[in-house]
């Protein structure tokens, strides 16, 4: 088992920056890769990005390529969401998830750990 526990979020105005993070636990050696995905009231579950376990280039979706940078901490095996520029458009309640599997990595059916999400909201 896995678990990841979620911070960072809150209000900030459109422009702002927000960092979220997400620490996980237990079992850590047996994923592949820890992805961010956002869920906005009525929408849903939408891919944000992700990276690999083991590091390498982060992937993002293109709505946040060039505002939003996805790092690791080895040490404290935690993986961070860097949001810059941020966008009314961005508020949703952001979720950290992980798979030991190679997946589809937008596909949140892929993903079988996952954190219990942190709101973010950006005022316009």
């Known amino acids: 088992q896995v678990q990841l526990v979620e911070s960072g979020g809150g209000l900030v105005q459109a422009g702002g920056s927000l960092r979220l993070s997400c620490a996980a636990s237990?079992?850590?050696?047996?994923?592949?890769?820890l992805g961010w995905f956002r869920q906005a009231p009525g929408k849903e579950r939408e891919f944000v990005g992700r990276i690999r376990w083991s590091g390498g280039n982060p992937d993002y979706t293109d709505s946040v390529k060039g505002r939003f940078t996805i790092s690791r901490d080895n040490s404290k095996n935690t993986v961070y969401l860097q949001m810059n520029s941020l966008k009314p458009e961005d508020t949703a309640v952001y979720y950290c998830?992980?798979?030991?599997?190679?997946?589809?990595?937008?596909?949140?059916?892929?993903?079988?750990?996952w954190g219990q999400g942190t709101q973010v909201t950006v005022s316009s």
């Open positions: 237990g079992r850590t050696l047996s994923l592949w890769a």
């Open positions: 998830a992980a798979t030991g599997r190679i997946v589809v990595i937008s596909d949140p059916r892929g993903y079988d750990y």
